[in-house]
């Protein structure tokens, strides 16, 4: 499995990360899933605190509590920012956003509680925030990098505009954008954001790489997915990892089989031609 920086100053991260953003499950499942990450080299795990209706970092956490040496084995990413009515959370009645300093430390906070551990890798502003005050988001980070709770710092779903005018409040960079990229959705690669990230030295994270399972052009390029020896979504992860900017995929499967196929990703090497050819099937069109 390749390693890489997601930014000059940031992390090492696994190419392919493990999101666990569906996995809800008992325990035992979800020990067996960190198991086979780790075992195939993919070492970074993708969370939110709403996850699993704010279930799915604690129910992680219960693998670090009984196995904390795997800690130093894995990174920690982990998001703030969105809350929603929850028997977890009686005080909130209307879906909305909170990116203030208080909610900012108390969320790390209760997710490095939760996941049992003492530092996270990379925290995420969740989504941006019509009432983001960047100032108090500044002030937020940096206490908690300060005492050494949080390592790095980015954001989720942000524009451009966006990323830009937080990151002239921060001392430290945003080290990344987790977006929604894939074959179903090529945008980022067109309209500024991936570029951006990469004026930054900044590598996108890409969620739902795989369109939720609904690609389309699967039996056009069936018999290119043949000739490479791969499935279509092998096929479809290395028409991500091929871009110059070192996306970094994050699969959200909870079937240990599909960690182990996504993995492999990694070692076909696409040709030039044929990534426009999928670029033409996802779209409908030729490039201009």
């Known amino acids: 499995m390749q390693r890489l920086h997601i930014h000059p100053q940031g992390p090492i991260f696994s190419r392919i990360i493990s999101g666990v953003w569906r996995w809800r499950l008992a325990p035992e499942a979800v020990e067996r899933l960190i198991q086979t990450s780790l075992d195939e080299g993919i070492t970074t795990f993708d969370h939110a605190d709403i996850y699993g209706d704010h279930s799915n970092e604690e129910i992680f956490g219960e693998t670090l509590r009984k196995q904390p040496a795997l800690r130093n084995k894995m990174e920690l990413v982990t998001k703030c920012g969105i809350k929603f009515p929850s028997d977890k959370r009686p005080k909130t009645w209307v879906k909305h956003y909170d990116t203030s300093k208080e909610h900012i430390i108390w969320s790390a906070e209760n997710s490095l509680k939760m ?31 300060q005492q050494g709770k949080v390592l790095n710092f980015g954001v989720s779903n942000f524009t451009r505009p966006q990323f830009y005018m937080l990151q002239n409040f921060l001392p430290m960079p945003l080290v990344t954008n987790q977006i929604e990229i894939s074959l179903a959705r090529v945008e980022p690669l067109f309209n500024g954001d991936v570029d951006l990230l990469m004026e930054q030295q900044a590598s996108p994270m890409a969620w739902s790489p795989l369109a939720g399972g609904n690609l389309t052009g699967e039996r056009e390029l069936f018999h290119k997915a043949t000739r490479y020896q791969a499935s279509y979504s092998q096929l479809s992860l290395a028409w991500l990892l091929k871009h110059p900017s070192n996306i970094f995929p994050v699969i959200g499967t909870t079937k240990p089989e599909r960690i182990k196929e996504a993995a492999q990703a990694l070692t076909i090497k696409l040709d030039r031609q044929d990534w426009f050819e999928m670029l033409r099937v996802a779209t409908g069109k030729d490039v201009a």
């Open 115 to 145: 996941l049992h551990t003492d530092r996270i890798d990379l925290l995420l502003i969740h989504r941006p925030d019509p009432l983001l005050n960047p100032q108090e988001v500044a002030e937020a980070f940096s206490q908690l990098k």
